[in-house]
């Protein structure tokens, strides 16, 4: 299986908003073609370098700290956005 079969999205709603953005830096930083939401950062063979790269342009959208914690210990690629989203509007997990 390649690494572009990899990336193919899952069944399921497109994202927008917040979320879409989120997967438009994964996909660009991980240098893949989408994002599935049932995979995860280490599914894609991600580095720790790449985890500072997105979790930067992520601080640089929301004008919020996202650590690169929050991206390690995510399940999935759906895990870190639900993160992303508590800690943009202010709730913990």
Not at 41 to 64: H, K, P, V, W
């Amino acid at each position: 299986m390649s690494d572009r079969q990899l990336s193919a999205p899952a069944p399921g709603p497109t994202p927008s908003g917040l979320p879409a953005e989120i997967s438009a830096i994964w996909a660009d930083v991980l240098e893949v073609d989408s994002v599935a939401g049932d995979l995860s950062f280490y599914d894609f063979g991600g580095t720790s370098l790449q985890a500072m790269r997105i979790c930067a342009r992520i601080e640089r959208l929301t004008g919020r700290e996202v650590a690169p914690e929050l991206l390690f210990d995510a399940d999935t690629f759906e895990d870190f956005v639900a993160d992303v989203l508590r800690a943009d509007d202010g709730t913990e997990r």
